[in-house]
């Protein structure tokens, strides 16, 4: 191998593609034991959250864990996170039903769209573009999100058919049709909400590990226990149901029929016919999820993402590398093969019980407190997204960027412009300046200094100003004309040495510039006297 870190085949290049090779020959046997137990963890909760969130795409229980297992063994390679799991999402499922409406074949057919899009902009290193996604933006979608898809598992609680998708109409149909909830399906999820509330504070409340033997070791049984509490309620609302059912009592709503076995890798045109001190790379995360999607598609899956619970659970668990994300994918490929007849009798109220209680969190009241202390403008976008997102999810995300992108446009479009003084007038820019600026800063300089009687001369502060384009200069060139014909002067004070090379190289007439304002003024200041 060529170690030249020039080279575009060099080690240091290869590592950069295939971050396995950073921390692979450093793997040691306690790391082993570490991304075991992480594994496991993350696996035993991977499993129900898979089978819910297929519910929420409108897609079988199978095509959960079809999506769930492809993401460990591709981010092992190419993921530059020890913490990150990728598999299917509460807000990827729901984005997946309102553009395939629940259909599979499509569903298979946008993961592998979804991930050439994401490959090429992780090739082509776009992942710049997603900074204009601004934080007011993804909350406002991701509090509705949330909304969304848990009123919608409000029917599942209640054994409720017929409910409509649109969400108004879920709402009103909802409460329209509570006379028919079923006793079966409210009682036990009712009891799954409960049990996965309380066994979610214990963990919030768990103290420190200091303490005697016997407390650590409770302490470790808790946690593990209120760690996989979605995997023990699935399991445990199944026995209950699979009891009622083979007495002849079918009191609850089952998931029914699913497929067994391990999705058959195919050519996709023929199943179409049919935090830890690290940093993380954008556009290798991004090439990681493309590359996921692509080769998900082949497996019948549909789009993934990172999931925020999972990843949580892997970190906290002590995982140490991506290798974790490997023993996650075999328990759900072994759910695949030798699990699929159990599934059969899980309740749909308990799978509506996982998915409220992980989408509960996403719902953050407290930040519209703090964007009024902070910043009451990004409530616009907020609002705007939120709202938007009811009508149709990518709605509301193409809505908040619209207006994020009007507040920066206003922002360029019209900079803080800091009038003092007198006699000659000192303007501070306190932003930079560029062509949508330009009739805003000849309107002030008119108004404050060329219009008035008599006219006065203007210190103009770039200190701030880092860039400029030649529509700025073409229109300080009109300016500078004007204050000759007035009989004053426009002078320039501190401007960057690029800005200043920019200046020169126009040749403009009468430019003057000093490096201080100070001395700007003294130079206006005997001007004046000498008139």
């Not at 922002?411 to 003084?421: C, D, E, F, L």
């Not at 300016?479 to 401007?495: E, T």
Request: glycine content about 6%; hydrophobic content about 50%; aromatic content about 10%.
């Amino acid at each position: 191998l060529n170690y030249n870190t020039h080279s575009c085949c060099s080690y240091s290049t290869l590592k950069a593609w295939l971050p396995i090779l950073s921390w692979l020959p450093k793997y040691n046997l306690r790391w082993l034991q570490m991304d075991l137990l992480a594994g496991l963890t993350v696996g035993l909760t991977t499993v129900p959250q898979a089978l819910a969130y297929a519910e929420v795409a409108g897609l079988p229980v199978q095509y959960g864990l079809y999506s769930a297992f492809m993401g460990g063994f591709i981010y092992t390679l190419l993921g530059t996170s020890k913490d990150v799991t990728l598999g299917p999402t509460a807000i990827m499922s729901l984005l997946c039903f309102s553009v395939v409406g629940g259909q599979p074949h499509r569903a298979v057919l946008l993961s592998l769209l979804c991930g050439l899009i994401q490959a090429v902009m992780a090739l082509l290193r776009l992942g710049f573009l997603l900074d204009f996604i601004s934080y007011p933006v993804i909350k406002g979608f991701t509090c509705a999100a949330a909304v969304t898809i848990g009123f919608g598992q409000v029917k599942n609680i209640l054994g409720l058919k017929g409910i409509p998708q649109q969400f108004f109409l879920e709402v009103y149909y909802t409460f329209y049709k509570i006379p028919e909830a079923r006793t079966g399906d409210v009682v036990l999820g009712l009891l799954c909400l409960t049990l996965l509330v309380m066994l979610m504070f214990m963990k919030t409340s768990l103290g420190s590990d200091d303490g005697p033997t016997s407390y650590r070791v409770t302490r470790k049984i808790v946690w593990a226990v209120a760690t996989m509490r979605n995997a023990l309620i699935v399991v445990a609302a199944s026995l209950v149901a699979f009891s009622w059912d083979v007495s002849g009592h079918h009191v609850f709503t089952i998931t029914g029929k699913t497929t067994q076995g391990s999705p058959t890798v195919q050519y996709f045109f023929l199943s179409s016919a049919s935090q830890n001190d690290y940093r993380i790379n954008a556009n290798q995360e991004l090439l990681a999820i493309g590359v996921t999607n692509i080769m998900g598609s082949f497996v019948s899956a549909y789009p993934v993402t990172g999931s925020f619970g999972r990843t949580a659970v892997n970190s906290q668990t002590g995982v140490c590398t991506p290798a974790g994300g490997i023993i996650t994918s075999a328990i759900v490929l072994l759910s695949l093969a030798f699990l699929m007849p159990a599934f059969y009798y899980i309740p749909k109220a308990s799978l509506a019980a996982v998915i409220i209680c992980a989408v509960a969190p996403m719902v953050d009241y407290r930040i519209v407190t703090k964007m009024w202390r902070i910043s009451k403008l990004d409530l616009f976008p907020f609002i705007v997204t939120f709202l938007m997102s009811f009508w149709e999810v990518q709605y509301g995300i193409i809505g908040g960027v619209a207006v994020s992108g009007v507040l920066l446009l206003y922002n360029t479009a019209r900079p803080q412009i800091k009038v003092t003084g007198r006699n000659v007038l000192v303007m501070e820019l306190n932003n930079g300046l560029s062509f949508p600026a330009t009739e805003y800063l000849s309107h002030v300089i008119h108004t404050q200094a060329l219009q008035v009687s008599p006219p006065r001369s203007v210190v103009l502060d770039c200190l701030h100003v880092s860039v400029i384009d030649f529509t700025v200069i073409s229109e300080l060139r009109d300016l500078l004309r004007q204050f000759k014909l007035r009989d004053v002067r426009l002078v320039f004070s501190r401007l960057q040495p690029s800005v200043l090379e920019m200046l020169l190289a126009a040749d403009l007439q009468d430019f003057r510039y000093t490096d201080s304002v100070d001395a700007a003024l003294q130079m206006e200041s005997h001007s004046l006297l000498d008139d």
